[in-house]
């Protein structure tokens, strides 16, 4: 497990599991950008099939985090692999769906659930 | 005269704190067995604080907190507590009890915290607008070219809504999504002229950029002017930045398929989402954020986990 200043992440077999730590609103974007590096770079490794993020510890997000999203549904999906997130607040989920981004992935109640999704 | 409500099932534990408020002339209390025949009683006449015992028959203490923090939300709650429950009270305190005492501190302890209580919670009424009444009042503030100077900016406007009692917690996290939005719009679209298609096309330009231009002029100088109006019928804010501004009838529909995987667009209809009424000025370096009171809430005719409007 790998625990930076915004996101936590960890390997399950082919799948990266994304945990954001805190409201990536509250920080600026540029100092978010060297943790994004590193994900994306990992999304690029062929061992990386898939990618879960999981919201627990987040209870609200918006435009940047949901340009963060696109962008990693974009780099996987390219390489054929799934997204799904999970555990999302009553409000982000109304945030996934004024934008219509629930239509672009599976949106699950559980870790659990968002990993059988991708696997 | 301060009406005090005891509930306990235990008519010696009761009498006991009876006992200890008749010696104060100003106090004035009355009993309930448990937490529904509390709530019987609230429903008649408010008391000024409850003093509830934890373990009760029907409704015990942790409910009836819960039932006052919701239904009367001005009322404070005092727990009253036994050996081995510490776990028990410290949840009562996350669910909005205001204080508690041990019930072997009661002779010497329960004075003081009721008077305690009630002095903080005459003061957070006092800080509340009464139906009817409300204050028109302005925050204004100027940022300079710092994407961290967003967040305490908004943490203070939606301390001052939480301070107001003029809107529920959801309901200030949508505004401070919807400031969030139209403050790092002024910042990076407006001040630094940076531009969506520029990161969805070339992402490391577009950050090279923000970099560059917030240690060059012109753009590094310029200021995001945000004020907040409070008045009787709505909440408004005001977010003016110092750059060239925009045409925002140019946006495409960020919810058309089509643009699902663009950039542009996002923020603004966020903001339209969590606001009533978003406007922009003729040069385009201007939003108005505007969230309408509601009367029907006003009258509390909606409970608190339905509000959508400032109440």
């Not at chain 1, 099939?49 to 963060?68: A, C, H, P, Q, W």
């Not at chain 1, 996987?76 to 981004?101: D, K, P």
């Not at chain 2, 009406?3 to 209390?29: E, F, K, N, W």
């Not at chain 2, 940076?194 to 096309?201: D, F, K």
């Amino acid at each position: 497990m790998t625990t930076g200043q915004v996101f936590e992440l960890e390997r399950q077999g082919p799948v990266l599991l994304i945990s954001p730590t805190c409201n990536v609103s509250s920080l600026a974007e540029e100092n978010v950008k060297p943790e994004l590096d590193q994900i994306f770079a990992q999304l690029q490794s062929p061992e990386i099939k898939s990618v879960v993020i999981d919201f627990e510890r987040v209870n609200y997000f918006g435009s940047s985090m949901l340009e963060t999203l696109r962008r990693m549904w974009q780099q996987i999906s390219e390489r054929g692999g799934m997204m799904a997130i999970c555990n999302v607040s009553e409000m982000e989920r109304e945030v996934l769906h004024v934008t219509r981004f629930d239509t672009l992935w599976p949106v699950c109640g559980s870790r659990e659930d968002a990993l059988e999704k991708v696997l | 005269m301060t009406r005090v409500l005891i509930v306990d099932d235990s008519p010696s534990d009761s009498r006991l704190v009876g006992i200890l408020l008749q010696d104060h002339a100003d106090y004035q209390y009355e009993y309930a067995e448990d937490g529904r025949a509390a709530l019987r009683v609230m429903e008649v006449q408010l008391p000024d604080v409850v003093i509830s015992d934890l373990v009760m028959p029907v409704m015990d203490g942790l409910e009836l907190v819960a039932a006052v923090h919701d239904r009367f939300p001005n009322v404070p709650v005092i727990i009253m507590t036994s050996m081995g429950t510490d776990d028990i009270a410290l949840n009562a305190l996350r669910q909005g009890a205001a204080s508690y005492v041990p019930k072997n501190s009661i002779a010497t302890d329960m004075l003081d915290t009721v008077e305690r209580v009630l002095t903080v919670s005459r003061r957070r009424q006092s800080q509340t607008w009464p139906t009817g009444l409300t204050q028109s009042s302005c925050n204004s503030f100027v940022l300079e070219c710092n994407r961290d100077l967003i967040a305490p900016t908004i943490g203070f406007f939606q301390d001052q809504l939480e301070q107001k009692s003029l809107c529920s917690e959801a309901e200030r996290t949508r505004i401070g999504i919807a400031l969030d939005e139209a403050l790092a719009n002024a910042l990076y679209h407006g001040n630094l002229e940076l531009s969506s298609n520029l990161r969805e096309q070339d992402y490391e330009g577009y950050y090279k950029l923000v970099e560059q231009r917030c240690q060059e002029a012109p753009y590094c100088d310029r200021l995001v002017y945000v004020e907040m109006h409070l008045s009787q019928d709505e909440l408004r804010f005001i977010i003016r930045d110092e750059g060239p501004g925009f045409d925002p009838a140019l946006l495409p529909d960020a919810t058309n398929a089509a643009s699902l995987d663009k950039v542009t667009g996002r923020g603004i209809l966020l903001m339209r989402t969590f606001m009533d009424e978003v406007l922009f000025s003729e040069a385009g370096n201007e939003v108005t954020l505007v969230k309408r009171r509601s009367r029907e809430e006003d009258a509390g005719v909606v409970g608190d986990e339905h509000r959508g409007a400032i109440q």
